[in-house]
């Protein structure tokens, strides 16, 4: 039976329990015998894209939001590359961490990705999060977002934007 990539992605990278206690999975290698000496195979940790696969393919709460984690503690690039592409999951919980992972990221994608959260999520509460998120990037565009936000229909969301703009240094 093959292994999906999923299953492999989280192998390899020890996402398959061991956070919240469960046991994980354990593969011994034995070794070749002498006859066969082979060079020993490097594990490669799963790329960007497989982790952001690993949010929307995993039927499991744990190893998604280990895949988001991961992909958070990546240099900002390759972080923005999956963290993208698990935005399209449904679930405003993941997008939620999503969000926060983002806050953490630099560079030009991250605030745009916010932004359009910012303005399109349905879900109130992953709005909130994309502009708590974009007020610790604090850069112009960050604002420019965070200003769009006073008409958002929800006067939470509203509230949020005026009180993040009067603490948000003057451009």
Do not use: N
Request: hydrophobic share 45%.
């Amino acid at each position: 039976m093959k292994a999906s990539r999923l299953a492999l992605a989280l192998l390899a990278c020890g996402l398959a329990g061991e956070a919240m206690g469960q046991e994980t999975l354990q593969i011994r290698h034995e070794s070749p015998p002498a006859s066969h000496s082979a060079a020993p195979a490097s594990q490669t940790p799963p790329s960007a894209g497989q982790l952001g696969h690993a949010v929307l393919d995993s039927p499991a709460w744990q190893p998604r939001y280990q895949a988001i984690h991961e992909l958070a503690r990546r240099p900002p690039a390759e972080a923005t590359e999956g963290l993208e592409l698990a935005l399209a999951t449904p679930e405003p919980a993941l997008r939620r961490e999503i969000a926060q992972a983002l806050g953490q990221a630099y560079g030009e994608t991250p605030p745009v990705l916010l932004g359009q959260m910012l303005l399109g999520d349905p879900d109130e509460q992953v709005r909130a999060a994309a502009l708590r998120a974009l007020a610790e990037l604090d850069t112009e565009i960050a604002r420019q977002f965070i200003r769009q936000a006073l008409r958002d229909p929800e006067p939470f969301i509203r509230t949020l934007a005026q009180e993040t703009l009067a603490r948000l240094a003057p451009p």
